[in-house]
């Protein structure tokens, strides 16, 4: 692919076949397309699981149908995890799903809640109904396990 001096560094990455500028803009706008739910949703909207009290107390009463899923890779997560959640890292989530009830609550949390909004648009994309994003980690206030 010929690079001119006034292309775009970041358009020469593109595949081979998108080789006109043109192609390289419709390629840019179909990955925003793609790309632009994920940074939409933001874990500031309302739900019922935005406090520690509240997943703590689903996972106390063993609330059925409840998963919290952290989203980190395995390493993080042996650093440091809230009880009682599972570790299915995002970029396998929907390879190892926490369940097959399209109804269950899923809580997801994370490092920063970047991979968990991720996780959260894959499991909606499947079907998921009730899925949430606590966020970070470091906004859980119950105890942690090393």
Avoid: C
């Avoid at 081979?16 to 739910?37: G, H, N, Y």
């Amino acid at each position: 692919m010929a690079t001119g001096t006034d292309t775009p560094a970041y358009l020469d990455s593109f595949h081979p076949l998108v080789q006109t500028e043109s192609m390289k803009s419709s390629a840019i706008a179909a990955m925003f397309l793609v790309l632009f739910p994920i940074w939409a949703q933001g874990s500031d909207q309302t739900h019922p699981y935005q406090t520690t009290e509240a997943i703590l107390n689903a996972l106390q009463n063993r609330q059925p149908d409840f998963f919290l899923v952290d989203v980190r890779v395995p390493d993080e997560f042996r650093q440091k995890r809230i009880p009682g959640s599972i570790n299915i890292p995002v970029e396998i989530i929907v390879q190892r799903l926490p369940t097959r009830n399209f109804n269950a609550v899923i809580v997801l949390v994370d490092r920063f809640g970047n991979r968990a909004t991720r996780a959260k648009y894959a499991l909606e994309t499947l079907g998921y109904r009730r899925v949430y994003i606590f966020g970070k980690i470091r906004n859980w206030t119950g105890p942690l396990l090393p």
